[in-house]
């Protein structure tokens, strides 16, 4: 059996970054970008006020106080959108309001809280300012954000909502990623029974591909649903055919010693298997190969060894064929709060909580720990990680933690 670590890079190894598309902006979200992104103008475009307030010039109010305000002419106004206001001379300021381009001679703008008006007729006149500024206070200069051509936005870069913003203000509609994965999900056995029809005795319900298609979707890749297939060489060996415009195939059942688990045997076949069986727990019984040129990742029967098997092996290569450059997955250190054996020298993944206590990480399993509770998955945020060379865990132990959700409860993500 290989270990766990040496069936994950035997995957990785296995796929490669998708192909680019070109995709609209809002359908790039979450992806990561195939193409050096470089601005072909400043942002912003002009220099502009960054607050509500008068323009003026620093010089002129150096001296200002609360008990001795200097007074300036108001030689007109700006709103955002309104065109080039009016230049400024000494001792006059300008009312601007936010994003409104700054008039020729000022540098600097005081804030209206900072500042008295006066009104004469329909107009202000004069302003009485408080407070003495510095050239440069509360204004945005041209290409204070981005420079033209800068690049602004690297290959590599992972399309997060500030991103789609940055290319939106550089008049981006769409830009190139690396596509999302499309998966195909087949269960196989006698006794699965797809959603909607009668279960018959000695039959179960498909669980694992609607599990799988839900971690196929959190992971970015968009799963394609095959059904179920009997416990028939032919009939699997059908199925998987069909699938020929996926970039990943991910069988549950099959793959075992048993008189029926036939996965193997049509990858023998059809393909080529590049291993089985991973010194992992749940889930010792895995193959990995090829049908054609497609990857074929099987994984177990029961519930959550195959759930636990694709967040080790299949969310990674996912995250490869996307373009990240980091496959791993997301971890922190805890120390243990309960033991836990270990029997079988194989690396065992406990389904547990894990939690911030003062200044460290703390967790505990949870539930019933059989290989088909899926709903003891349901109440666990974490899987907590018991190295092979370890026969238990006791209470106090430091363990790794991954992170099923991928974000820290109460932390950073």
């Not at 004069?126 to 204004?139: D, M």
């Not at 830009?175 to 006794?191: A, F, N, W």
Request: proline content about 7%; charged content about 25%.
């Amino acid at each position: 059996m290989l270990g766990v670590d040496a069936a994950r890079d035997q995957v990785l190894a296995a796929v490669r970054p998708l192909p680019p598309v070109e995709l609209p902006l809002l359908d790039a979200a979450g992806l990561v970008l195939a193409e050096d992104v470089v601005a072909d103008a400043d942002i912003p475009p002009f220099r502009n006020s960054a607050m509500d307030g008068y323009a003026l010039r620093a010089s002129d109010v150096a001296g200002a106080t609360a008990e001795r305000p200097v007074r300036l002419t108001v030689v007109g106004e700006a709103a955002a959108g309104t065109g080039v206001p009016p230049a400024i001379g000494p001792g006059q300021a300008l009312r601007i309001m936010t994003g409104a381009p700054m008039p020729e001679g000022a540098d600097a703008v005081v804030r209206f809280e900072e500042t008295d008006e006066f009104d004469a007729g329909p107009r202000r006149t004069e302003v009485a300012v408080r407070r003495a500024v510095r050239a440069g206070e509360n204004v945005r200069e041209a290409g204070e954000d981005v420079r033209a051509g800068a690049v602004v936005l690297p290959r590599g870069t992972v399309l997060r909502p500030a991103a789609i913003g940055v290319l939106a203000s550089l008049n981006r509609a769409t830009v190139r990623v690396h596509r999302r994965p499309r998966v195909g999900i087949l269960s196989t056995g006698d006794e699965v029974v797809d959603l909607g029809s009668p279960l018959r005795p000695g039959q179960i319900r498909n669980s694992n591909s609607y599990t799988l298609a839900a971690l196929v979707r959190e992971s970015g890749g968009e799963p394609v649903l095959l059904g179920v297939a009997r416990d028939r060489t032919e009939e699997i060996r059908a199925k998987l055919r069909q699938a020929n415009d996926v970039d990943l195939l991910v069988t549950s059942g099959g793959v075992s010693i048993g008189d029926f688990d036939l996965v193997k045997q049509v990858l023998q076949a059809e393909g080529e298997v590049a291993l089985w069986q991973v010194r992992i727990k749940p889930g010792k019984p895995m193959a990995f190969g090829r049908i054609g040129s497609v990857p074929l990742l099987g994984l177990p029967g029961n519930p959550v060894a195959a759930f636990v098997a694709f967040v080790q092996f299949g969310r990674p290569a996912l995250r490869k064929m996307l373009g990240f450059h980091d496959a791993g997955i997301p971890t922190v250190r805890a120390r243990l709060l309960s033991g836990h054996e270990n029997r079988g020298r194989r690396r065992h993944f406990v389904r547990g909580i894990v939690e911030r206590r003062g200044n460290e990480w703390v967790a505990r399993p949870c539930g019933l720990q059989g290989s088909g509770v899926l709903t003891s998955v349901t109440e666990a945020n974490c899987l907590i990680v018991l190295p092979e060379t370890w026969d238990s865990a006791e209470p106090g132990d430091e363990v790794e933690v991954q992170l099923l959700d991928g974000v820290i409860p109460g932390g950073a993500a």
